[in-house]
């Protein structure tokens, strides 16, 4: 094997090592976080049950509709509960439809010594759940458990996102090595020292990608999972609320995939896009315009065109034009209009919106970037990011600046070929 070869794969083999650890890492932390989140709400409903004494079936007593809930919403209703006498069994009140969970000798020990605690992970009614036992003084045992099925879930998705970040971030490394490792002539130390720089960015802004995935994903994830089980107890929650959490679930789940797909497209970084045509740059402007017409109608969105022809993917060019049009319709007030011109490869974007903090001009391209006056509103701070990377896959540029008389001027720049004009 030749040196080149020996250096390109060791600095692959280097940094496939350093992003798998640090994405297990990632990965632990989250799980940690999620799984947390559940025995905290699990911890505190049973330290309620256990300082209610009259609470739980006794001789001859009732049968409870609910255990008492957290007053912090440290996560959703529970799922499942179930008690447990002294002598192993379960007593249940008639028409119980509740999966029974299940009974071990541990369980029982716990009931009969009428103390103690226990954890475990098992199944109820094939559902992945995260159990909790807990000793009722002179009445029994009482078992507490939230399904871990959201969870699961989510770490899935989070898995495919740190595999990719893994993949791109290696065969970045590998690409440099050979680069740099050409055996034309010796590398000099300033040589070295750009490769080691470039390299030691690349997995600087790997760590972050990975370190902000994270964070941003915690908050999608406990929403959909804590409206999702509070619908599934809707015997116990009344229709109109019912009907408003199904809408949240909705809202929040779409929020969730496109939080995911905004990470994978950044994932991929300058990865060249096989599909790569002659595209009609003021056909997929006019598209955008109708979509943002159709998700804002509140707005009055004006579209004037010059045809013009421009090499790239149509699908990573639409995206950037579609978050152009979304970043104005977030920011502009009710009844305003937002104007789209198209001239010479040059796609203006206009809105009337409060405008730009000149603080933030600086940042509004980087991730998770939210500006002063974007906060409060719905978004992941991703949009522009991905817009800055397409223009710059398809050799362009992106501007935001303050618009005259208030408002934002957006300006994507492409190497374009002209056609005729036209006016919609």
């Given at each position: 094997m030749t040196l080149r070869r020996r250096v390109t794969l060791m600095s692959a083999l280097v940094v496939g090592a350093t992003l798998v650890l640090a994405s297990g890492v990632c990965y632990l932390v989250m799980r940690g976080e999620l799984r947390g989140q559940i025995d905290d709400s699990l911890r505190e409903q049973a330290?309620?049950?256990?300082?209610a004494p009259r609470f739980g079936p006794t001789n001859g007593g009732d049968f409870p509709q609910r255990v008492p809930q957290p007053q912090r919403r440290?996560?959703?209703?529970?799922?499942?509960?179930?008690?447990?006498?002294?002598?192993?069994?379960s007593p249940r009140p008639p028409g119980t439809t509740e999966p029974m969970l299940p009974i071990t000798a541990q369980t029982r020990a716990i009931a009969a010594a009428q103390r103690g605690r226990a954890w475990t992970d098992t199944t109820a009614d094939d559902v992945h759940v995260r159990l909790?036992?807990?000793?009722?003084?002179?009445?029994?045992?009482?078992?507490?458990?939230?399904?871990?099925?959201?969870?699961?879930r989510a770490l899935a998705r989070l898995?495919?996102?740190?595999?990719?970040?893994?993949?791109?971030?290696?065969?970045?490394?590998?690409?440099?090595?050979?680069?740099?490792?050409?055996?034309?002539?010796?590398?000099?130390?300033?040589?070295?020292a750009i490769s080691q720089g470039a390299l030691a960015d690349s997995l600087a802004a790997q760590r972050q990608l990975v370190a902000d995935a994270s964070h941003e994903l915690r908050t999608p994830v406990t929403s959909v999972r804590t409206n999702a089980e509070m619908l599934r107890d809707a015997s116990h929650v009344p229709d109109d609320e019912r009907r408003l959490i199904a809408g949240e679930v909705v809202d929040q789940a779409e929020e969730l995939t496109a939080l995911i797909g905004d990470l994978i497209d950044l994932a991929r970084g300058d990865v060249p896009d096989p599909a790569v045509e002659d595209v009609r740059l003021d056909a997929l402007a006019y598209e955008a315009v109708q979509r943002a017409r159709r998700h804002a109608p509140r707005l009055d969105f004006r579209l004037d065109a010059e045809p013009c022809v421009v090499e790239g993917a149509p699908e990573r060019l639409a995206r950037a034009i579609n978050n152009l049009l979304d970043n104005a319709a977030k920011h502009s007030p009710d009844g305003a209009a937002v104007q789209v011109v198209l001239r010479d490869g040059v796609l203006t974007v206009r809105d009337h919106g409060p405008g730009i903090d000149p603080r933030d001009l600086?940042?509004?391209f980087d991730r998770f970037h939210r500006g002063a006056?974007?906060?409060?509103?719905?978004?992941?701070?991703?949009?522009?990011?991905?817009?800055?990377?397409?223009?710059?896959?398809?050799?362009?540029?992106?501007?935001?600046?303050?618009?005259?008389?208030g408002g934002t001027i957006a300006r994507l720049t492409l190497p374009a070929v002209p056609v005729e004009a036209v006016t919609a």
């Open positions: 330290t309620q049950v256990t300082r440290t996560g959703a209703s529970q799922a499942y509960f179930q008690f447990v006498s002294p002598d192993g069994t909790l036992t807990v000793g009722l003084p002179g009445r029994g045992a009482l078992q507490l458990a939230r399904s871990l099925a959201s969870v699961d898995k495919i996102v740190l595999a990719l970040l893994t993949v791109f971030g290696t065969g970045f490394a590998a690409l440099l090595a050979r680069i740099f490792s050409r055996p034309v002539a010796a590398p000099t130390e300033q040589e070295l600086p940042h509004v006056n974007a906060r409060g509103r719905p978004g992941s701070g991703l949009g522009l990011a991905i817009v800055k990377q397409v223009a710059e896959a398809h050799g362009g540029r992106v501007a935001l600046q303050v618009a005259p008389g």
